[in-house]
């Protein structure tokens, strides 16, 4: 049995834990042993931090044996890379970072070590968050657990992977038009994007503030409720987190959803969207309905413009985000240079990669005099019309039921020279996003051996709402005829 | 400036003023804001350092001074202003923008007036608004002979208000009368040092010169490196002959950035209008659009204290002499102060003289001066009130002031403890009659006269009676013996 705890939730190993079943030095071996075996084909971590793990896990027995306890105690669990970390490089998948070693704690990660949890390392990413491949990352790419030839889905692919092959027992990640969501789908695993807001964003490094969260990536619903409660709440390092109460997600999980009301807008299931997919969707929706829940169609008429609108706040906003990494202070440098120009220049050249230089232009053209009102301010427009057409629709349903992701997890490369066939593997995640809306997926079924998530779409702060009808379907669904995951097989 | 030049062309000038804000904390983190004497570097934190991942949180107390500035620049506070961001790439900007408003600021619509040569000229306040400081650059040669520049952070993320006039200043000298007023002005409602050698307080101007009945263009002159009033009013005199000599050759006027060169006494290009930065300002996402509630704006009004101008209009219709009301109300502890001791039963006019002259010349004179006078208000109200029904010498005032900086004691004591003044007749003529007789030179000259010999005989009763005789008594007294003599 010790040598499977990397197979574990959770919600099961605190059980364990709990009972003296196992320790948190086993399973934290047991996972670090995992990672050891399967990540040279998975790529899912950028830094494993082995020896502070077992520090950790050596530290939580020890509380734990003289009577202390923690949500989280002696749980393993990853972080994106995007995360700082006090100590440990924090490079966001780029190269213009490398050797960075910040000397603070995002909040998440605090909240995260008081409640306990053990930090295995730093996971892969698309660049600065800027991919749904992860093929963007400057270091490697990450594969998807369940076919290696298939991408994991990004920007947090290594967060996704790295749950998924069973390498942590869930993972942080950070979602900016779905970047959490859409690799979850990728992946089969559940994906939490709560409201914007509702995480302290304070050393998430930020890609587009108006729209960064931090999201959750876990092996089932439960795990994700228990993770949100220990992360949400206000900061006051970041002006733009909620000062609204934390409910307590875990105790409302299990609800009935007799009577909800579920709306299923069209503008999902148009063209583009794999028929197996749909139907996918549409069989969860059906469970959902034999549970006691209405289905409504409702309409989101402003769905095909989140695309455009995303990509030009998106970038703005990273290319001012990203202005800062010029070699003065940390990261790359450049001693050859002669003077103060050139060297930031070569800095920014070498260090950023393809897609991240393709954003700042982008973003800089949008924002520059004579096309900012055309762009941006337009852009800031039907960002509003996008989100009152969530209000209307929310005065009629509780959530809102849509695919995650049109089709499922396609070849490495099959994208990389089509930017925008990329950007469209984000179309059914972007608009509630741009909404700060919270948002979830959960595994829904198989397409071709390769899983396909539902999305689950609440209104803002109705996380327990979202969750409870999350775990609901889940249930229902219980366990999915999977096919072996490629990791695992030989 | 010639004269014809001067009616043939109208001169058009706006002012900048960037000022440094007395706060406890750094904008938007919580380094301490006063760096003035660290070493460099020593007063940043991963926020103002512009680290990755960090964010800003706004300083409630630099928002109140800006609103404070805004209110006695008569402004409208809306209730919506939000930060933006503006981007430029430069080495002292940690994270190559800064955190600025650009079209909600905190203050717009306010006027401020400004007296020259008596006469009044109202001077439009467009904006007042708040934002970031950079770090600060030094350009040092290096060990090896190389060029290399050295940045302190200290400085980085300091909160600096921004003052925008209306180009309502038509002379050097109504620009220079802004800048001293507003100086005083800001260190009366207590928001800055606004001291100019130290960058607390920096003027930037916008000149331009357009031929008289001609509608006035776009075109201006930013004019920057003025580190004193006097150099703002040199660079501007410089500006309107240089700009006044181009129209009248014909020669276009550039839209430009110039710097004040103090020792050449000239203004040089810096930048012209091709290198003009695009600031691709945006909304400040990190920070939420701030809402200024009317219990806000009504509560720093009610703590703001009187404006220096209705002060002074009040001392001068009680009589107090116009200048030395002008000079008293640079200084608002000494306003205060004096205001205290008029309030105590002291006559204006008596007070503000007397503290603006005397008093002041004690008080600066004391070592180890803090920031509060020691004197209750109460004591130099009755010193004066001694002076003014005579029971005191103008010198002997002098003597117990210091005497009562020096030992704290009570004017009524101290006069007391040196004996009443002596202004019996009988003893005063004995005494006089005693120095006529002793100083016939003196009594020759006065009779020649020279008018000195009166104050030389008067000194010599006063030294014997050891300040104590009251001068016009005496005065009169030798006078009138020498006269029947
Ligand atoms: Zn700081």
């Known amino acids: 049995m010790a040598d499977e705890l990397y197979l574990l939730t959770l919600h099961a190993a605190a059980r364990g834990l709990r009972s003296g079943t196992f320790s948190s030095v086993e399973l934290t071996r047991s996972l670090l042993d995992r990672i050891e075996s399967v990540d040279g084909r998975v790529g899912a971590y950028l830094t494993v931090t082995a020896d502070l793990a077992l520090e950790q896990a050596a530290d939580a027995d020890t509380r734990r044996a003289s009577g202390r306890d923690g949500p989280l105690l002696g749980l393993p669990i990853a972080l994106k890379d995007v995360l700082s970390t006090a100590g440990v490089q924090t490079t966001c998948a780029s190269r213009i970072l490398e050797g960075f070693i910040p000397p603070y704690d995002a909040t998440a990660v605090t909240r995260l070590k008081n409640a306990g949890a053990v930090t295995l390392g730093k996971t892969n990413m698309d660049e600065f968050a800027m991919g749904s491949s992860n093929e963007h990352s400057g270091y490697k790419p990450a594969r998807n657990p369940w076919n290696l030839d298939k991408v994991p889905g990004g920007s947090s692919g290594g967060s996704a992977a790295a749950v998924a092959a069973d390498e942590c027992l869930a993972a942080l990640g950070s979602d900016t038009g779905g970047s959490v969501r859409q690799p979850a789908a990728l992946c089969g695993c559940v994906g939490l994007k709560p409201t914007y807001g509702r995480i302290s964003r304070f050393g998430l490094i930020a890609f587009a503030s108006s729209l960064d969260q931090i999201g959750v990536l876990t092996k089932d619903v439960t795990d994700a409720a228990l993770l949100l409660g220990v992360l949400a709440g206000h900061d006051p390092r970041d002006s733009t987190s909620a000062d609204e109460p934390v409910p307590e997600y875990g105790g409302e999980l299990n609800g009935d959803i007799g009577g909800l009301r579920i709306g299923v807008a069209p ?43 995303y990509y030009v706040i998106a970038p703005s906003e ?49 924002l520059s005099s004579g096309y900012y009102d055309a762009y941006y301010v337009r852009a800031q427009k039907v960002r509003t019309l996008i989100k009152s057409d969530f209000e209307t629709a929310f005065q009629d349903v509780d959530v809102i039921a849509a695919p995650v992701v049109p089709s499922p997890a396609f070849d490495l490369g099959a994208k990389l020279d089509d930017p925008v066939a990329m950007y469209q593997s984000d179309i059914m995640t972007l608009p509630a996003s741009l909404a700060g809306l919270p948002c979830m997926s959960i595994p829904c079924g198989f397409v071709d051996g390769l899983p396909v998530g539902l999305q689950l779409i609440a209104p803002p702060f109705a996380e327990s709402r979202l969750l409870q009808a999350a775990r609901a379907y889940e249930r229902a669904r219980g366990n999915l005829p999977a096919p072996l995951k490629a990791i695992d097989a030989a | 400036m010639t ?166 200043i038509r002379t050097p000298a109504e620009a220079m009368a802004y800048g001293e007023k507003l100086r005083a002005l800001l260190r009366w409602i207590g928001v800055s040092t606004a001291n100019m050698e130290d960058g607390a307080l920096r003027i930037d101007a916008n000149i331009s010169v357009w031929p008289q009945g001609e509608p006035i263009g776009d075109v201006k002159v930013e004019v920057k490196n003025m580190n004193s009033f006097r150099a703002l009013g040199r660079a501007l005199a410089f500006e309107i002959e240089r700009q006044t000599g181009r129209r009248e050759r014909g020669e276009a006027i550039e839209q430009e950035t110039r710097g004040w060169d103090e020792t050449s006494g000239a203004t040089r290009s810096q930048r012209t209008k091709e290198y003009a930065h695009d600031y691709r300002y945006f909304p400040e996402p990190d920070l939420p659009p701030l809402h200024v509630t009317r219990q806000r704006v009504d509560a720093l009004r009610a703590a703001l204290p009187r404006m220096p101008d209705q002060v002074a209009a009040d001392l001068i219709q009680q009589s107090a002499p116009e200048a030395d009301v002008a000079e008293l109300v640079q200084d608002r502890p000494l306003t205060d102060y004096t205001l205290a001791v008029i309030e105590a039963g002291a006559s204006a006019g008596e007070a503000v003289t007397w503290i603006v002259h005397e008093f002041r010349r004690a008080l600066n004179a004391q070592p180890n001066r803090g920031a509060a006078i020691p004197i209750p208000p109460a004591e130099i109200a009755s010193l004066l009130t001694l002076r003014a029904k005579g029971s005191v010498s103008s010198t002997m005032a002098g003597e117990v002031l ?5 030992t704290g004691k009570a004017a009524e004591d101290i006069v007391q403890a040196r004996g009443p003044q002596i202004s019996g007749q009988d003893e005063l003529l004995a005494i006089a009659r005693l120095v006529i007789q002793e100083n016939p030179q003196a009594v020759q000259d006065y009779r020649d006269g020279k008018g000195r010999a009166l104050q030389f005989l008067m000194g010599q009763v006063m030294r014997i009676t050891r300040g104590k005789a009251n001068p016009k008594a005496v005065s009169e007294l030798i006078r009138s013996e020498l006269e029947s003599a």
Request: proline share 5%; hydrophobic share 35%.
């Open chain 1, 267 to 309: 503008e999902y299931f148009g063209e583009g969207l794999d028929p197996q997919v749909g139907d996918s969707v549409r069989a969860a929706i059906d469970d959902l309905r034999g549970l006691g829940a209405t289905e409504r169609e409702i309409s989101l008429p402003h769905t095909e413009y989140a695309l455009p609108t």
């Open chain 2, 3 to 168: 004269t014809a030049s001067a009616t043939a062309y109208r001169v058009v000038i706006g002012l900048e003023t960037h000022v440094q804000l007395r706060t406890q904390s750094k904008m938007f983190c919580g380094c301490a804001a006063d760096y003035a004497n660290a070493r460099p570097n020593t007063h940043v934190c991963p926020v103002c350092l512009g680290m990755p991942g960090v964010l800003p949180v706004i300083n409630r107390e630099a928002v109140d001074h800006t609103i404070r500035t805004g209110l006695a620049l008569n402004c409208e506070i809306p209730e919506y202003a939000k930060f933006d961001r503006k981007n430029y790439a430069y080495p002292d900007l940690m994270k190559w923008y800064q955190i600025s408003q650009y079209d909600l600021p905190l203050c717009i619509n306010g006027h401020f007036d400004v007296e020259v040569d008596g006469a009044t000229t109202r001077v439009g306040i467009t904006r007042v608004h708040l934002e970031e400081d950079t770090a600060r650059l030094t350009h040092v040669t290096a060990a090896d002979g190389a060029p290399a520049s050295l940045i302190d952070v200290n400085r980085s993320g300091s909160p600096l208000m921004e003052i925008v006039s209306e180009p309502d």
């Open chain 1, 318 to 366: 990273a290319s001012a985000n990203l202005a800062r990494y010029n070699g003065v202070k940390y990261g790359l440098s450049d001693p050859q240079a002669t003077d103060v120009d050139e060297m930031m220049a070569r800095i920014r050249g070498r260090g950023f990669g393809s897609e991240v230089k393709r954003r700042i232009m982008i973003g800089t053209f949008a």
């Open chain 2, 402 to 406: 210091d005497e009562m900086f020096a």
